[in-house]
């Protein structure tokens, strides 16, 4: 009989202590997982959002009793699903933020969605047109504008670069406002722009291109693509006789092993700068890139790092926020974010003013076939 | 620079004249618009992808076997695909919906497989030389590209008129019924063209994907709107119009990349195409098919 | 989950389907009327930007952006038909093909316009769902009526054979460019209510994809009727919702269904239904015929 009651009243206890304090917090991702850009975000994507998870809920930093749950689902790269998405999560599956949503072309439209339907959204984008329908949207990169700064920096006061060629995907929206800043940053310096070449990411022959170049004299070759594409430029450049002494540069988006894989021997030598880099020195990333390095063998990239430090990012925000935190109070926890501990940059990452990350970015540079992490200055 | 890039545009033009090949042997026989084409000729490049890499083939093995592969998926194409339609006496519109449809099928069982990366054969796959004169450049692998073009054209104009065999195929292609009276099985024939038609689609797509350092599941996309506009410019059905035009679509294409915009060069090669649809639909050359014009 | 937020979180796929049954109706029009084209897409986006670039830039309101898009697409479809009447088979397809490529080519070339490869936001959101309903009833009633009238039958008799509707008197080359026009009118009202209801739009939305997609929708609801284009809209932009679960698989099955329709059911869904409905209904009232009286 004692027993009995005994028994009861513990069951009572823990029932009472899981009510009260059991919390799951969902949040919505979306991911290319197929469709033309599953290639470069896609399932490396999902493994940097799963170990976020995962780290989270170990670590209890959300605080007693509460968990938080990704909900995964593949926007296939379309807008059309990318909206439908984000309203299912918004309204039915009341997530109490969104991530991903890989890249403006889904990000912008899916802005005015976060606004209408109050949640904030952290886009994997840098497009003013994630910000400016309202204060819902959040932009995980800075300006394409500050973006470019870095490698004009770069090129014109470290590297002695007076002339340079541009070849950049005029399919992809990012691409194109990074070359337009290049090119007005570039000039306003006082170098010149010899060239400046649309390709898409289906391209392979770039013969007629390279050809081009290999007749005009410049001192580097700046390639805005994803890394596979740009890859091959540069190695097709290098064949159609374009010197040792033309310095390389990449967009940060290359960062990835695949830019090795198919560049081989043409990208040693090849400066990027980047959010994120497998290298960076931070202890968040180095335990990030071993339990990366545990599933898939293989090294994060920047979609995988993006993923990651978004949830981290949302994670930071949720626990700010408090127990029992609405979206209202998670936004703002989102905002005000100062100087977190994040794998992005040099390990700190805030939002300013205008909702675009703030953070410092890294420089990787490609020797004997591997991106060494450099210091930017 | 002008001279260097006339080698470009042949090499280029050799490129689209191979995938173009295919697809005009089986417009040209049985008016036959197949949208799964691109499709045939990038598995011929994952086949040979996969032998050179895990299963360590010499290149020249994995080139044969991934002619021979392309050439059975084709097969089954027409099996799976082409047949039932024509059982069923579909129209033209059906038969190119239909091969939109094996289209989509076959490029995504190639994204699952490929995990969607965008893959290169290993650095010592073929020895790459690069041959220079008088300030020319030509690497081994586009003399090879251009090779295969020439000994592919010469062979299948040789099977077609001078074997039996391709005497069967250009019967069936000119009267179908007629050709049964004489005792042609024209189930056969169609096989034989689509078995040709894969081969020469998998040679291209292995050659290409190693010269071009890529080989993915969307390498057909891009190039199968360049050999439609070939095979029409070429006249449907002839093959030497398709060489011809090949290289004159590949020549027009580079100077434009070269001298004016490359973003324009898709917009100008389709230019052309309704220009030469107005003026000369048939082509340069005419093929075994003319298209009856109404009033 | 209340009724409201089941309705709330799915009026945007409701919205999807209302403007890309437009876009397929448009499409339905081409097929209905015997052309063999494929510009819908290329309509689609000619209306989209001229709807965006005139609401942003004018004062006139969204009414003036609907009427422009209507006459560009309208010229446009008038402009397409003149080099293409004079052809038959599967020329106009690949012409048209040739067409919505040359149009995101320009869309993306011209950047001072056109916003290039980010294309135009910050569009105001103005045609909500109620407008859309109207919309497409409006469309839907504009077919019912021209399929009743000369036009219509002037349609299927050149759809049915164009020797046998010559030779009838029926003049048509004026009835092509009809079809056309009214082809790209619509086309061009999708894609304006399309920037209206989503914010932005990029050159990419209007390609290949698109215009698969049309095909594929009145294929599979149906190539005689307005239904079928509606309902095929339906179908292909529900399943992927349903289908989530199976991921990748989702392109897949579109393949395999465009095969399997096409071959096996091509009259389309709608078409097969009616034809299977009057069928048991004259089974159930056959018409007897009258009993002579020996005289």
């Known amino acids: ?377 | 620079m002008f001279t260097q890039q006339i080698i470009n545009g042949i090499v280029t033009g050799a490129v689209y004249a191979l995938l173009a090949l295919g697809l005009t042997l089986v417009f040209g026989m049985h008016r036959i618009l197949n949208f799964a084409h691109g499709a045939v000729f990038m598995w011929g490049g994952l086949i040979g992808y996969y032998l050179v890499t895990a299963a360590n083939f010499p290149f020249w093995a994995a080139f044969v076997c991934a002619m021979v592969g392309a050439g059975l998926i084709s097969i089954c194409l027409d099996l799976l695909v082409f047949r039932p339609l024509r059982r069923r006496k579909g129209d033209e519109l059906s038969t190119i919906v239909a091969s939109i449809g094996a289209n989509l099928v076959l490029i995504t069982i190639a994204q699952q497989v490929t995990n969607a990366q965008s893959l290169r054969f290993p650095f010592d796959t073929f020895p790459l030389e690069f041959y220079r004169a008088y300030g020319l450049q030509i690497s081994s692998l586009q003399v090879v590209i251009i090779v295969t073009v020439v000994l592919m054209v010469g062979g299948l104009l040789v099977y077609l008129f001078k074997t039996p065999l391709g005497a069967q195929v250009r019967a069936v292609s000119i009267d179908e019924p007629a050709s049964t009276l004489l005792g042609v099985n024209p189930a056969r024939v169609y096989l034989q063209t689509f078995f040709l038609s894969g081969m020469l689609a998998g040679a291209a797509g292995a050659i290409i994907g190693l010269t071009f350092n890529s080989i993915s599941y969307t390498m057909g996309e891009s190039l199968m709107l360049q050999a439609f506009v070939v095979i029409i410019l070429g006249g449907l059905g002839s093959i030497v119009g398709t060489v011809a035009a090949g290289v004159l679509i590949g020549m027009i294409q580079t100077l434009v990349t070269a001298y004016i915009s490359s973003e324009l060069s898709d917009a100008i090669l389709f230019g052309i195409l309704f220009i030469v649809l107005l003026v000369r639909p048939n082509g340069i050359f005419a093929g075994f098919h003319v298209e009856h014009r109404a009033a | 989950m209340t009724m409201l937020a089941f309705v709330s979180s799915y009026t945007p796929l409701f919205d999807l389907v209302l403007i890309y049954s437009l876009i397929a109706l448009s499409q339905y029009v081409s097929f209905r009327g015997g052309v063999l084209s494929l510009a819908p897409a290329g309509f689609t986006l000619i209306g989209a930007y001229t709807g965006a670039i005139m609401i942003k830039s004018t004062g006139l309101g969204a009414m003036a952006g609907i009427c422009a898009s209507i006459a560009m697409g309208a010229c446009a479809g008038l402009l397409l038909a003149l080099p293409l009447a004079r052809l038959r088979g599967v020329f106009p397809a690949i012409a048209t093909i040739g067409f919505v490529q040359i149009v995101v080519s320009l869309a993306l070339y011209a950047e001072p316009l056109t916003g290039g490869a980010v294309g135009l936001t910050a569009i105001p959101k103005v045609a909500t769902t109620p407008c859309l309903v109207a919309a497409l009833a409006a469309v839907v009633g504009l077919l019912s009526v021209i399929n009743r009238s000369n036009v219509g039958s002037a349609f299927d008799a050149i759809r049915q054979d164009v020797t046998v509707a010559e030779s009838l008197g029926i003049r048509v080359a004026h009835y092509y460019r009809v079809n056309f026009a009214l082809s790209g009118a619509i086309g061009a009202v999708a894609g304006c209510l399309l920037a209206y209801n989503t914010y932005a739009i990029t050159p990419e939305e209007f390609g290949f994809g698109m215009l698969v997609f049309a095909a594929t929708a009145v294929i599979l609801g149906g190539r005689s009727s307005i239904a079928g284009a509606i309902i095929g809209t339906a179908i292909l932009l529900v399943l992927p919702e349903l289908a989530r679960p199976l991921h990748d698989q989702r392109l897949l099955m579109q393949g395999a269904l465009l095969i399997v329709i096409i071959t096996y059911l091509p009259q389309g869904i709608v078409d097969t239904a009616r034809e299977l409905l009057r069928q048991r209904r004259s089974v159930r009232h056959p018409v007897v015929p009258a009993r002579k009286v020996a005289a």
């Open chain 1, 1 to 377: 009989m004692k027993l009995g009651r005994l028994l009861l009243a513990v069951l009572a206890g823990v029932v009472l202590v899981d009510v009260v304090h059991a919390e799951e917090i969902v949040v919505g991702v979306q991911i290319p997982l197929s469709g033309p850009v599953a290639a470069i975000a896609g399932p490396r994507a999902r493994h940097g959002v799963d170990i976020a998870v995962q780290e989270i809920n170990s670590s209890g930093m959300l605080g007693p009793g509460r968990t938080i749950k990704a909900l995964i689902e593949d926007n296939a790269g379309d807008k059309t699903q990318a909206i439908t998405l984000a309203n299912r999560f918004m309204s039915s599956d009341k997530v109490s933020a969104l991530i991903g949503v890989f890249g403006s072309g889904l990000s912008v439209p899916v802005a005015p969605i976060a606004n209408d339907l109050k949640t904030p959204f952290l886009a994997f984008g840098s497009s003013p047109g994630i910000v400016e329908p309202g204060p819902w949207g959040f932009c995980l990169f800075y300006q394409s504008e500050k973006q470019v700064a870095i490698t004009s920096d770069l090129a014109m006061g470290r590297l002695g670069v007076r002339s340079l060629a541009i070849i950049f995907d005029k399919t992809n929206d990012g691409s194109v406002r990074m070359k337009n800043s290049l090119e007005a940053q570039v000039r306003a310096r006082g170098g010149q722009i010899v060239s400046s070449d649309g390709i898409t990411p289906t391209d392979t022959n770039f013969g007629p291109l390279a050809t081009k170049l290999a007749s005009m004299k410049f001192d580097a070759l700046y390639v805005e693509s994803n890394p596979a594409v740009g890859a091959n430029v540069f190695v097709q450049v290098r064949q159609a006789g374009v010197g040792p002494n033309v310095k390389f540069l990449g967009a940060p988006q290359m960062n990835s092993p695949v830019l090795m894989q198919i560049g081989g021997k043409a990208v040693d030598g090849m400066f990027m700068p980047t959010p994120y880099h497998a290298g960076m020195p931070s202890p968040e990333n180095k335990a990030f890139v071993d339990e990366f390095r545990k599933r898939t063998s293989s090294d994060p990239d920047l979609p995988s790092g993006g993923y990651y430090a978004s949830m981290m990012l949302i994670a930071h925000a949720i626990r700010n926020a408090g127990p029992g935190a609405d979206r209202q109070k998670i936004r703002d926890a989102l905002a005000a974010l100062k100087n977190t501990p994040s794998v992005l940059g040099q390990g700190k990452y805030s939002f300013d003013v205008q909702r675009f990350g703030e953070y410092q970015d890294g420089l990787v540079q490609i020797a004997d076939g591997k991106a060494k992490y450099v210091p930017l200055n």
